[in-house]
């Protein structure tokens, strides 16, 4: 049975990933500043990553508990932009994260996985995307401190991967990230398409986003490799190309736009992980709308 430290694992994401991986198998390792929810599989630790010791320990043996780790998933920090100030934001996150790849590093773990996000794609697109579907192929956008630190530690795992020829180290750009209470609120977006254009009317939801780590987890792909990692629809009702024609005039179409498929490319998950989304808020809607 693989071994595999969760760090944000009271998350959303979080949540959604260490039951995922219990689910097939893994024993999970479960690591938070807050207390898991009830139920929740694995062993849990409170650890302060900013503490490289404390990284190194996680990923090593914590006393008798465990000895050991063959994969770390990193999804703990600031989950965005505003929550705190942007030098508290930086200084959580980025050092962090450098402190999870260098404690892999030490304890020769050759598989880490860690939530990049989106928003270095030019997120809220007040400048308009250089195309549509965006994808892993252009230059980071960042335009946050938030962003800006996602940049950085894909700059780091792509230096630590070259260190290392035997490193996997996969950052997952997520879309917004919804649990199925949270489709009761997508009917109120539906008569203005302005409200969700800051990300191109993208989302994943929490279980997928777990299927992407957990196949993340199982790749040969070695080195640094950037995914984006959405759902196959969006947010919206409307077709996807009206949407873009309405909010992006001028920007170039690169492919036809078939329905209500997301415009944030899922294309290179697909070929590379075998990722294909599950659930769609159009099979929860009426569900969420009930609870």
């Known amino acids: 049975m693989a071994r595999v430290v969760v760090t944000g694992s009271s998350g959303k994401l979080g949540q959604a990933v260490v039951t995922d991986l219990a689910e097939h198998g893994y024993d999970v390792v479960t690591v938070d500043q807050v207390s898991p929810p009830p139920g929740q599989p694995g062993q849990f630790t409170r650890a302060d990553l900013t503490d490289l010791g404390q990284v190194v320990e996680l990923l090593t043996g914590v006393d008798d508990r465990y000895s050991g780790v063959d994969a770390v998933v990193h999804l703990a920090a600031i989950p965005a932009p505003g929550l705190r100030t942007s030098g508290a934001t930086f200084h959580n996150n980025v050092p962090s994260t450098f402190d999870v790849f260098q404690a892999a590093k030490i304890a020769g773990v050759k598989k880490v996985v860690w939530a990049s996000s989106e928003t270095v794609l030019g997120l809220p697109f007040d400048v308009p995307p250089p195309y549509v579907p965006v994808d892993e192929a252009y230059a980071v956008l960042p335009n946050s401190t938030y962003s800006l630190g996602k940049a950085v530690e894909e700059e780091m795992a792509r230096h630590f991967a070259r260190w290392d020829p035997e490193l996997s180290i996969i950052g ?59 759902n196959a629809d969006t947010v919206m009702e409307r077709p996807s190309a009206d949407l873009v024609a309405e909010e992006f005039p001028g920007v170039e179409v690169r492919c036809p736009l078939e329905g209500t498929e997301t415009l944030l490319s899922i294309d290179k998950a697909r070929r590379l992980l075998g990722f294909e989304p599950q659930h769609s808020w159009r099979d929860a809607v009426g569900h969420a709308s009930s609870v």
């Open 172 to 230: 997952l750009r997520f879309s917004n990230v919804m649990a199925l209470a949270d489709y009761a609120e997508f009917p109120s977006w539906q008569n203005d398409a302005k409200r969700r254009r800051w990300n191109l009317w993208g989302y994943i939801d929490a279980r997928d986003g777990a299927q992407a780590v957990r196949l993340a987890v199982e790749t040969e792909v070695k080195g640094f490799e950037a995914f984006v990692i959405a």
